[in-house]
């Protein structure tokens, strides 16, 4: 969201500064490229709507956005497992063109690298951590933890939600009560992102379980080497909310051999036999993230609260920050950083 702004803010010709918190750009959509032949996206994986949306963000007809995604097939294969039992189908018709489509050969941090980071890279300044902010005056003051002031116009808050939450950011005077009320009250899911590599593929393209869909989080495992120009057997698993807090008890060895025994159990010891090696992303042991999103079944009015501004000084743009139906994904984060910067030059 905070590149997406600062994107379209340079588009406009609007003056800017980004200040980012951690050492690098990316946020939560880091990418591993060490691990296999093919970037491993240890945050945002999938493109979840249509590919309108890469011309959407780029917001520039003469570009070509040469990006590689691939749609999942209905002949890919399902399984499900539960009680003992594991039933392997054909995904079939649950699938489009419109919806999880893989990334071939990149990712959402690659596209953006190529796309968007070149225009403002300049601008942007790291290792800055907001603490405070101060929108009294006709000017924003920010203060950063060392205690070094930013002064500006407007600013575009682009904070996860959880950092919000656990009052990282004073705030003077302090953020609405409606706001307050909704930082209190919402749920924030814990994640977590594992990454299996092995000698051979056992496994179907998604392995599904009674709790890989509830209110209190989702689990799946899937085929996370999808359509990539590689010969590496890489199986995914994805986890929030209780799911994740599940493997997140265990560390190092532990956290390698619980997920070795569980898929064991669940395909006949071939885990063990054939694993080579482990990557662990674990949302809420990073800083600047301390979890994964606002949960799925979060009331609407959540994520337009937050994304309402505040005296015209103080706007909100990010994945839970959102005027529409749908939140907790790249493309959210996108559209919000359009609304904010709509309404910040009008």
């Not at 951690?22 to 945050?43: C, E, H, K, Q, V």
Request: proline share 4%; net charge negative.
């Amino acid at each position: 969201a905070g590149m997406a702004t600062a994107y379209l803010l340079e588009q406009q010709g609007i003056s800017y500064q980004v200040l980012e918190a951690d050492t690098s750009y990316g946020g939560r959509f880091r990418t591993n490229t060490s691990y296999t032949a093919f970037p491993i996206p240890l945050g945002a994986e999938w493109l979840h709507v249509s590919r309108d949306e890469f011309t959407d963000i780029v917001n520039d007809p003469s570009v070509d956005v040469d990006t590689v995604t691939l749609p999942y097939s209905p002949n890919d294969t399902a399984g499900f497992y539960s009680n003992g039992s594991l039933a392997i189908t054909p995904v079939g018709s649950a699938v489009n063109d419109d919806q999880d489509q893989k990334f071939i050969g990149s990712s959402w941090f690659d596209f953006y690298e190529k796309f968007i980071v070149p225009s403002i890279r300049s601008n942007m300044q790291f290792n800055t951590q907001i603490t405070a902010i101060d929108y009294t005056a006709d000017k924003v003051i920010a203060t950063a933890n060392n205690g070094t002031t930013y002064e500006a116009d407007k600013l575009v808050l682009t904070v996860p939600f959880k950092l919000l939450q656990l009052r990282l950011v004073d705030f003077t005077p302090e953020l609405p009560a409606n706001k307050r009320n909704a930082l209190d009250k919402a749920t924030i899911w814990s994640g977590m992102k594992i990454f299996l590599k092995f000698t051979e593929e056992f496994y179907p393209t998604f392995l599904n379980f009674e709790d890989s869909e509830t209110s209190d989080g989702q689990r799946l495992y899937y085929d996370a080497a999808y359509g990539q120009n590689s010969a590496d057997n890489v199986l995914g698993l994805f986890a929030v909310g209780k799911q994740a807090e599940v493997y997140q008890q265990f560390k190092g060895e532990a956290l390698r051999d619980y997920v070795l025994q569980e898929l064991d159990e669940i395909f006949d010891v071939k885990a063990s036999a054939t694993f080579q090696d482990i990557l662990v992303q674990n949302r809420n042991e990073k800083p600047f993230a301390r979890a994964a999103y606002l949960t799925d079944q979060a009331s609407t009015p959540t994520s337009r609260v937050m994304a309402e501004s505040v005296n015209d000084k103080l706007y909100f743009a990010g994945c839970s920050y959102t005027q529409f139906t749908d939140w907790s994904s790249v493309h959210t984060a996108a559209r919000s950083a359009r609304d904010a910067v709509r309404e910040l030059i009008r």
